[in-house]
T-cell receptor, first 109, second 115 residues
Framework: RKEVEQDPGPFNVPEGATVAFNCTYS??????FFWYRQDCRKEPKLLMSVYSSGNEDGRFTAQLNRASQYISLLIRDSKLSDSATYLCVVNWGPDKLIFGTGTRLQVFP | NAGVTQTPKFQVLKTGQSMTLQCAQD?????MSWYRQDPGMGLRLIHY???????DQGEVPNGYNVSRSTTEDFPLRLLSAAPSQTSVYFC??????????????FGPGTRLLVL
């Protein structure tokens, strides 16, 4: 099993739709979880951290399920500007982060 | 603050050539790292440093060297370039390591083509 697995997509959704991505991780000792956003030919940028209790930032909601070892990202009311690749990131020990291969989202008018 | 800067933006090398990818940050971050990104592979950690004078290997260190003589700079050296090292290289930094891994700030990347 890969350390971090994501559905590569693409997810093609209309503006205003709700879309959800899941990411599974294999290291049960992982403690830190993040979602990063990467635009085409750009560097990744932090979208949000994922906390045990779940967290919300505007239209974005992140959840952590430790028992099943997955994290999720929900985007409500999708905008054209949400089109990007979303990277799931999990710590691997104290000094390393493992990145998923990313899920591509395309929002169309 | 300039954040994390990388030079060059693009580079073409011939097999066997050596070069250094530069990375600098002005945020006084202790933790710096190098990743490569290849299609379908995600970002893979090459080397990282938890502070000046301290470096360690990541997932894919072969063919690369690093040093960290100052907090600000973390150059990546390709000793003898190979076509398999064609990739996009990202440098990143963060305030601290540990379980409370902070936000990673990435540089704009260096696109390397090895012929």
């Amino acid at each position: 099993r890969k350390e971090v697995e994501q559905d590569p997509g693409p997810f093609n959704v209309p503006e205003g739709a709700t879309v959800a991505f899941n990411c599974t991780y294999s290291n049960s000792a992982s403690q830190s979880f993040f979602w990063y956003r990467q635009d085409c030919r750009k560097e990744p940028k932090l979208l949000m951290s994922v906390y045990s209790s779940g967290n919300e930032d505007g239209r974005f909601t992140a959840q952590l399920n430790r028992a099943s070892q997955y994290i999720s990202l929900l985007i409500r009311d999708s905008k054209l500007s949400d089109s990007a690749t979303y990277l799931c990131v999990v710590n691997w020990g104290p000094d390393k982060l493992i990145f998923g291969t990313g899920t591509r989202l395309q929002v169309f008018p | 603050n300039a954040g994390v800067t990388q030079t060059p933006k693009f580079q073409v090398l011939k097999t066997g050539q050596s070069m250094t990818l530069q990375c600098a940050q002005d945020m006084n971050h202790e933790y710096m790292s190098w990743y490569r990104q290849d299609p379908g592979m995600g970002l893979r950690l090459i080397h990282y440093s938890v502070g000046a004078g301290i470096t360690d290997q990541g997932e894919v260190p072969n063919g690369y060297n690093v040093s960290r003589s100052t907090t600000e700079d973390f150059p990546l050296r390709l000793l003898s370039a190979a076509p398999s090292q064609t990739s996009v290289y990202f440098c990143a930094s963060s305030y601290q390591t540990g379980l409370g891994q902070e936000t990673q700030y990435f540089g704009p990347g260096t696109r390397l083509l090895v012929l």
